[in-house]
């Protein structure tokens, strides 16, 4: 059976696997499920509705699966996933959804959310994404696979932040972050393509080049998304993370005020 301290409290309606720890002065609510390997430290606070997979580690002060900070919220029975392999250190939070989308607030797996990072309610959180200290998601917020936040980013909501994109430090991101990028600013602009990521992620040269013209086209050049996309096919650069980049600016541009999602207000 897990391994419960006796300071602990837990709903008996919780199903916990036989290797989970949950350390003192921590409380898990109803309807929680823990799978193999999790860790729950000290004052940890699961609340209803959560599912978590296996090999999470929470340290101190971490709040799953609370009510969504939303005035417009009545108190339905909405979600909280959390995948596999993630860490979460001192005081981070991670809401529940509300009504307005699917009713779940998600992490993937292999997610590091470094101390007082928040997640709140209706965002979608992929898989390896690194969030520094006081990194804030504010709600309806998708960050996809492999993405950075830097330390005390804040996240305006119903922002996407690509794949494999990076954001300096205390940036404020107001509009969606093109995917391979790295922003920076208030607000958040892409500078330049987020070499560093590339190459530990084993982009080819070849890949790297042709998302450094990508880029170079359509935030310096400014020639626009049909001619920088036949510049790149002409010139045999239009692959599949090229066609990613410009899928995804083509639809940022869709939105309104520079984020893709934006319609999803009115929805």
Same mark, same amino acid.
């Given at each position: ?20 720890? &949950? ?30 997979? /296996? ?21 339905? /029975? ?20 509300? /009504? ?13 959310? @470094? ?13 390896? &994404? ?50 391979? @990028? ?13 070499? &560093?990521?590339? =190459? ?15 880029? %170079?086209? @359509?935030?310096?050049? =400014?020639?626009? @998304? ?13 692959? /599949? ?17 520079? %984020?893709?999602?934006?319609?999803? %207000?009115?929805?």
């Amino acid at each position: 059976m897990a391994d419960i301290h006796q300071f602990a409290i837990v709903d008996t309606t919780a199903e916990l696997a036989d290797d989970v720890v &949950v350390g003192p002065f921590c409380v898990i609510g109803p309807r929680v499920k823990i799978a193999a390997g999790t860790r729950l430290e000290n004052n940890v606070t699961i609340c209803a509705n959560v599912t978590m997979g /296996e090999n999470n580690h929470l340290h101190p002060g971490v709040v799953i699966g609370g009510a969504p900070q939303d005035v417009s919220y009545q108190g339905t /029975e909405t979600l909280t996933f959390i995948g596999n392999n993630n860490v979460m250190r001192e005081g981070v939070t991670v809401n529940r959804a509300s /009504e307005k989308e699917d009713g779940i607030t998600s992490v993937g797996d292999n997610c590091f959310i @470094m101390a007082c990072g928040h997640v709140a309610h209706d965002c979608k959180v992929g898989n390896h &994404v690194v969030m520094a200290n006081a990194t804030l998601l504010g709600g309806h917020v998708h960050v996809h696979d492999h993405a950075t936040l830097s330390g005390g980013v804040a996240v305006h909501h119903f922002t996407t932040i690509g794949s494999y994109s990076f954001v300096g430090g205390l940036s404020r991101v107001i509009h969606d972050v093109p995917p391979y @990028m790295l922003a920076d600013g208030n607000p958040a602009r892409p500078r330049c393509i987020n070499i &560093v990521a590339l =190459k530990r992620n084993d982009f080819t040269a070849e890949q790297i080049s042709a998302l450094a013209d990508a880029h %170079r086209m @359509m935030y310096r050049a =400014k020639v626009g @998304m049909e001619h920088a996309r036949e510049f790149l096919r002409a010139n045999t650069q239009l692959l /599949e993370c090229v066609e990613n980049l410009l899928n995804f600016v083509q639809t940022q541009q869709g939105g309104r005020h520079g %984020r893709g999602r934006d319609g999803r %207000r009115a929805a």
